[in-house]
Nanobody, 127 residues
Framework: QVQLVESGGGLVQTGDSLRLSCAAS????????MGWFRQAPGKEREFVAS????????YYTDSVKGRFTISRDNAKNTVYLQMNSLKPENTAVYYC????????????????????WGQGTQVTVSS
């Protein structure tokens, strides 16, 4: 089992920045690729960003490229999502999730292969 706990969400204004954190405990953190997903009101949960187990091969959904950065610190068992130039359309509950490393390279967008999920943290961007 891997337990994931997100933090860092909040209410900000357009153009502000936030850094989300996801702390992992349980099985070795380095055995998993990590992803961030989000779910806006009335919408399906969607992929935001992901990173492999050694902190490389990061991927982003097109709408956040150049503004969001995913990173991880395996010594701290934590993955981060730095979000800059936030927009109202970024308002959502943000979830971190873990995918076994063997599946990461071809399936980093596949939510069904992420077998551990956090409880989510709310990000609200006001206009």
């Amino acid at each position: 089992q891997v337990q994931l706990v997100e933090s860092g969400g909040g209410l900000v204004q357009t153009g502000d920045s936030l850094r989300l954190s996801c702390a992992a405990s349980g099985r070795p953190f380095s055995g998993y690729g990590m992803g961030w997903f989000r779910q806006a009101p009335g919408k399906e949960r969607e992929f935001v960003a992901s990173i492999n187990w050694i902190g490389g091969n990061a991927y982003y959904t097109d709408s956040v490229k150049g503004r969001f950065t995913i990173s991880r610190d395996n010594a701290k068992n934590t993955v981060y999502l730095q979000m800059n130039s936030l927009k109202p359309e970024n308002t959502a509950v943000y979830y971190c999730a873990a995918i076994p490393s063997m599946y990461y390279s071809r399936n980093y967008r596949s939510q069904n292969l992420y077998n551990y999920w956090g409880q989510g943290t709310q990000v609200t961007v006001s206009s």
